[in-house]
């Protein structure tokens, strides 16, 4: 588990972070809130979900023609089976999304789930990497995103798994998911090859063995993933590995050359340091644990300048008292 090394209390210093963060300005009472979410529900037939985050972002001020209008902008025509033809500005820039979803957890999943989808869309992240998916939720995802991403599955057959989300600007050229040797719960790497703007981006998410007894195992599943890294690695090719490493800080001390891991990149800021927070997210109780299971490790081969890194999933689902997931979502835009 990591540890903040600091005289003052680090609990303290976050939850003051997070309630400076979430709370700017005087929230609505429950009262206000739930007949907000009514009549926004009634009128938009939405779930209470998606009227919750986007109740949220308008401090639960019922504006349901900017629903309306937001979602003709992002979703465009639903029988549509092209996708838009957008693509980034000139200036080269990537943003990448990781967020176990706790899809194992069937407690508030539907409302969790959407949650989850509207997130993603508002967010438009251009690449996205989900684990603990399963096979249940596919067809919500590809209800709720298919107009915005390409859906990549890693391994449909085993009870859960990874996927990733390509915006449609980025050409896929391969996809394959492969097991690691050593594995007593279904891991595997997925692996994504794509292009954009005529520059190779190799992707791999993943989802590590879980638990602090399981290390051992852990540790040959990082060694390869790396090595997969360095195959990849050929001084041009743009390379991205993510997902919920379950890493404890001892157990990736190097990293291959070249090599940087996003959140220290952007500053190392104790702010964002944390992806498995039961101090602040008490979807699962233990016992404050605080780890930075989730990571982005890249090479950007010369051509980012910058890396920015932030953390999203953070606001309560209202109806459910929960939030999306016991993850926070990582959020990195390279640039």
Same mark, same amino acid.
């Given at each position: 588990m990591d540890t903040v090394n600091s005289s003052e209390s680090p609990q303290k210093i976050e939850s003051k972070d997070y309630a400076e963060n979430c709370s700017s300005e005087i929230e609505p009472s429950n009262e206000e809130c739930e007949e907000a979410l009514k009549k926004f529900v009634q009128i938009t037939k939405t779930d209470e979900a998606c009227a919750h985050f986007f109740l949220q972002d308008f401090n639960w001020q019922l504006q349901a023609n900017r629903f309306f209008s937001y979602t003709l902008e992002t979703k465009g025509e639903t029988n549509s089976t092209e996708f838009p033809t957008s693509e980034p500005n000139d200036d080269f820039s990537l943003t990448v999304m990781s967020w176990n979803i706790d899809g194992l957890d069937e407690n508030n999943l539907t409302i969790r789930f959407t949650a989850v989808c509207y997130i993603i869309s508002k967010?438009?992240?251009?690449?996205?990497?989900?684990?603990?998916?399963?096979?249940?939720?596919?067809?919500?995802v590809r209800k709720?995103?298919?107009?915005?991403?390409? #859906?990549?599955?890693?391994?449909?057959?085993?009870?859960?798994?990874?996927?990733?989300?390509?915006?449609?600007?980025?050409e896929l050229i391969s996809h394959k998911a492969i097991p690691y040797r050593r594995s007593g719960m279904g891991r595997s790497m997925q692996l994504v090859e794509t292009?954009?703007?005529?520059?190779?981006?190799m992707l791999l998410n993943t989802h590590l063995e879980s638990m602090k007894e399981h290390s051992d195992i852990r540790l040959t599943q990082i060694q390869e993933c790396f090595k997969q890294l360095v195959e990849w690695d050929d001084g041009k090719t743009v390379i991205v590995f993510g997902g919920d490493l379950n890493a404890?800080?001892?157990?990736?001390?190097?990293?291959?050359?070249?090599?940087?891991?996003?959140?220290?990149?952007?500053?190392?800021?104790?702010?964002?340091?944390?992806?498995?927070?039961?101090?602040?997210?008490?979807?699962?109780?233990?016992?404050?644990?605080?780890?930075?299971?989730?990571? #982005?490790?890249y090479k950007s081969a010369g051509i980012f300048s910058g890396v920015d890194f932030s953390l999203e999933g953070q606001n309560r689902i209202r109806t459910s008292l929960c939030f999306p997931s016991d993850h926070w979502a990582i959020l990195v835009h390279f640039h």
């Open positions: 967010i438009s992240a251009d690449v996205v990497f989900l684990q603990e998916m399963t096979s249940d939720l596919v067809p919500q709720n995103l298919s107009g915005e991403y390409s #859906i990549l599955v890693a391994t449909p057959n085993l009870p859960y798994f990874t996927v990733v989300l390509l915006k449609p600007f980025i292009s954009l703007r005529g520059r190779k981006v404890r800080d001892g157990e990736i001390c190097e990293l291959p050359p070249g090599f940087e891991d996003a959140w220290i990149a952007a500053g190392s800021r104790p702010k964002f340091r944390f992806t498995w927070d039961t101090l602040l997210n008490d979807n699962k109780v233990a016992g404050k644990a605080r780890c930075r299971f989730d990571r #982005i490790i």
